[in-house]
């Protein structure tokens, strides 16, 4: 059964009800200090009913939207990343003991998540976080136990922020795996799609009719809409090798000198997945915790090893992650490690535009 | 033995060296730990040096003062400066741009009772600093953990990025892009757990200068919210204001502005 079922805007309800007697903590957009992020939600007033973004460099506004839309606004400074990799964890305790010392795995205890309007953009990152953190025999024991049994609801974009160019990335506005299900919002409710076993299980109790073949093709040309109107654009046209062949681009200096290097376009950022290790005691010095934070390639300390450090002007350090992200991400895992959502576009507080720096240091290449 | 430590003041409001007295928690384990000989807010029996640990707060605002801090270092293993007087010269270091001679004329009714120099200046002015802890006031969790590394002989870890990667890790939306606030974060030290973005408020700079900050790209982006001349000025000569990069900006931007007017 993969056709398209019909969920009429009142029965969002009962699937948010259905997944709490299911034991899932649901988490969807929610409205929190002038920008949206995943919070828990019981009711579908909690979600950002007739509101849109508005999205540019450096900027970002919640505005009024269309009466009766739910998922209207795209996305917020927060992705999915923190419910998965911790912006601050604890590993392991370090217990002094009588003899030697007793080493404790804080692994966590992680509640059952359901998200809701999640965007296809954020499901290619989190397979790309995925790729990172639980490749092969290389498992990060605290990602798993966050990541599995997670239940998806995607949303399809049927609007772009100024700023999205997942298009260009290849990660949207369609979501194309990762989900249970898939919904596009239509006026009067959803076009829904199943992605999974769950997913399935979850619509034959819902009993959801299945859609009338208009609201099919509408909810379709609402997505290929999106997708042919979308504003941002990024070349990705012999991407390594255009950023490996550039180092010495004059660019990289034109950048660094309008980079804060504050390190917000990696933490917002939902692949970036650089962070620190730490070994702190505790006041009597008979326990140790370490501990593990997100950290950043712009920031001075990262690149601090024994005596020297590697990255000392913040040119080198942009240029580090522009080229890592768009171009040694893809021999070191595969992919680019961008999905297009846009986000450190948006909350760069000097709006720095990395289609923009790719875009001028192609149009510099092999001129200097 | 265990090892001493010695809490002295110079120009500051004691706010920083309160926070031992803060850390309620800690305190038994503390002074089980360690001996504190010199610490006249929380104890009169002040014993001579030599100390392990020297907390050094405040400013050099006075002859005495600068006399003092050296018999201080001659006395201590490590110095460590606690707060935005000690590490940066304070908001007392206002002074530094203004006549001294004049106010005392202006305040005291006997200005030739005042013994005073006519700046404020950082500690490191003067002498070695080991270790600074930057805050107004410090940060009572970095000053438990440079106690207990020193004593575990472990380098503290006293982080200098900026305060908007504390801010994203903790949450917060930022104030800048969604609400156009003016927000010292971008170019100020973490260290507060971005307490002001937490509670909507933008960051204005307890912390002092983050490592490798780009004050050109921060000017300009003060400017772009209408903050110039004389406003940005301010904003940069506060706690913090007489520690370079901010000095130098700041001075750069009063100096242009005088030759606009």
């Known amino acids: 059964m993969n056709e398209p079922l019909k969920l009429k805007k009142a029965a969002l309800q009962d699937l948010i009800d259905l997944l709490r007697r299911e034991e899932f903590k649901v988490l969807g957009p929610v409205v929190r200090e002038g920008s949206v992020a995943f919070h828990e939600v019981r009711e579908v007033s909690d979600l950002p009913i007739g509101m849109r973004d508005a999205q540019e460099a450096g900027r970002y506004r919640l505005t009024p939207g269309v009466d009766g839309e739910i998922f209207g606004v795209v996305n917020g400074a927060g992705s999915l990343k923190p419910f998965f990799f911790a912006p601050h964890e604890i590993l392991l305790e370090v217990r002094r003991e009588h003899r030697g010392f007793k080493v404790r795995d804080a692994t966590p205890a992680a509640p059952r998540l359901a998200l809701i309007g999640v965007r296809a953009c954020d499901l290619a990152a989190l397979a790309i976080q995925d790729r990172i953190f639980l490749h092969d025999k290389f498992r990060d024991a605290h990602y798993e136990a966050r990541r599995k049994d997670v239940f998806f609801v995607a949303v399809n974009c049927t609007r772009s922020a100024p700023t999205c160019f997942c298009v260009s990335m290849k990660t949207g506005p369609e979501a194309a795996s990762g989900f249970d299900l898939a919904m596009t919002e239509m006026e009067d409710g959803f076009v829904v799609r199943t992605g999974s076993a769950a997913g399935e299980r979850v619509v034959s109790k819902l009993q959801l009719p299945t859609a009338a073949s208009e609201d099919v093709a509408k909810a379709r040309a609402r997505i290929d809409e999106c997708a042919s109107g979308m504003q941002r654009q990024m070349d990705t046209s012999d991407l390594p090798h255009l950023l490996y062949d550039e180092v010495d681009s004059p660019r990289w200096n034109d950048v660094a000198a309008r980079c804060l290097s504050c390190t917000n376009c990696t933490m917002v950022c939902p692949t970036c997945f650089c962070h620190s290790v730490m070994d702190v005691q505790e006041l009597d010095g008979n326990m140790s915790r370490r501990v593990r934070q997100w950290d950043s390639c712009f920031s001075l300390e990262h690149a601090h090893i024994h005596g020297i450090n590697f990255r000392p002007r913040i040119h080198d350090r942009y240029r580090q992650w522009l080229t890592h992200k768009l171009a040694s991400w893809i021999d070191q895992f595969g992919t680019s490690g961008c999905v297009g959502c846009g986000r450190c576009i948006t909350w760069c507080p000097v709006g720095i535009d990395l289609t923009e720096e790719v875009a001028a240091i192609r149009a510099q290449r092999g001129k200097h | ?261």
């Open chain 2, 1 to 261: 033995m265990k090892p001493r430590i010695a809490v002295f003041k110079f120009a500051s409001c004691d706010g920083c060296q309160l926070q031992f007295l803060n850390a309620e928690d800690e305190l038994l384990t503390l002074a089980s730990l360690v001996e504190f000989a010199y610490f006249t807010e929380a104890r009169s029996r002040a014993l001579d040096g030599p100390y392990d640990i020297a907390f050094v707060e405040g400013s050099i605002t006075t002859p005495d003062d600068a006399r003092r801090i050296i018999e201080v270092r001659e006395r201590t293993r490590y110095l460590v400066t606690i707060g935005a007087c000690a590490t940066a010269g304070g908001i007392q270091a206002l002074r530094n741009w203004s006549e001294v001679e004049q106010y005392k004329r202006v305040v005291y009714p006997s200005p030739e009772f005042i013994s005073t120099l006519s700046t404020s200046t950082p500690i490191s002015e003067h002498v070695k600093v080991d270790f600074e802890l930057w805050g107004c006031p410090i940060d009572k969790h970095q000053l438990i953990d440079v106690v207990r590394s020193l004593l575990s002989r472990a380098k503290p870890a006293l982080p200098g990025h900026s305060v908007c990667m504390e801010c994203k890790r903790r949450g917060n939306v930022c104030v800048v892009v969604a609400r156009g606030e003016p927000c010292l974060g971008p170019v100020t030290r973490t260290g507060c757990g971005a307490l002001c973005p937490a509670y909507d408020r933008g960051c204005y700079g307890c912390f002092g200068p983050a490592d490798d900050a780009n004050m050109e790209a921060f000017t300009r982006l003060m400017a772009s919210q209408g903050i110039t001349g004389m406003d940005a000025v301010r904003r940069l000569r506060s706690i913090n204001g007489y520690v370079r990069p901010w000095r130098e900006t700041a001075d750069a931007i009063a100096k242009n502005q005088n030759q606009n007017d």
